[in-house]
């Protein structure tokens, strides 16, 4: 009766009839070791189309702009002072003295006027034309055939 016989596989040509080797003192058996290789292929699917655009669109933009502005009040005293008096603040008003020297039998200041400066914070709307920029991206896919590169990778 043969190994075929008892229901085991009959060993593949080219190797013992039984790689099992005893001795009289030990037992060789064959270990087996598996190898695995990996391979991966690009496959190339389909292809995009991408085209960006600039479209240009004129639109009108009101924007506040401020610019100050000073009113000049003269405020005549015909005063005299023993000294020229210092620029002073009232509020948003500043106030410069205006002095001269006159001759008389002793010489004395007299305050002439003052100068009032008022500030006044103006807003009006400015209209201008703006042109503005938006970018347009589109996106196409275009078919194509298969094509497939092969690209190995060693076994670990």
């Known amino acids: 009766?043969?190994?075929?016989?008892?229901?085991r596989p009959s060993p593949p040509p080219?190797?013992?009839?039984?790689?099992?080797?005893?001795?009289?003192?030990?037992?060789?058996?064959?270990?087996?070791?598996e190898r695995l290789r990996v391979d991966k292929h690009l496959v190339e699917t389909g292809r995009l189309l991408v085209r960006?655009?600039?479209r240009e669109e004129e639109r009108i933009v009101t924007t506040?702009?401020?610019h100050e502005e000073f009113s000049v009040e003269r405020v005549h005293i015909n005063q005299y002072?023993?000294?020229?008096?210092?620029?002073?603040?009232e509020g948003d008003v500043t106030i410069v003295p205006v002095v001269k020297e006159v001759v008389v039998?002793?010489?004395?200041?007299?305050?002439?006027?003052?100068?009032?400066?008022?500030?006044?914070?103006?807003?009006?709307?400015?209209t201008q034309y703006v042109i503005?920029?938006?970018?347009?991206?589109?996106?196409?896919?275009?078919?194509?055939?298969?094509?497939?590169?092969?690209?190995?990778?060693?076994?670990l």
């Open 132 to 155: 503005l920029r938006q970018e347009e991206v589109t996106v196409n896919r275009v078919a194509s055939e298969p094509n497939v590169r092969p690209e190995t990778r060693p076994s």
């Open 1 to 7: 009766m043969n190994d075929s016989e008892e229901g």
């Open 14 to 33: 080219g190797t013992p009839a039984d790689p099992i080797t005893h001795t009289a003192e030990s037992v060789r058996i064959p270990v087996i070791e």
């Open 81 to 89: 002072v023993d000294v020229a008096p210092a620029v002073r603040h």
């Open 64 to 66: 506040p702009v401020s």
């Open 105 to 126: 039998v002793e010489k004395r200041l007299v305050l002439v006027e003052e100068v009032h400066i008022t500030r006044h914070q103006i807003t009006t709307d400015d």
């Open 52 to 54: 960006k655009s600039i």
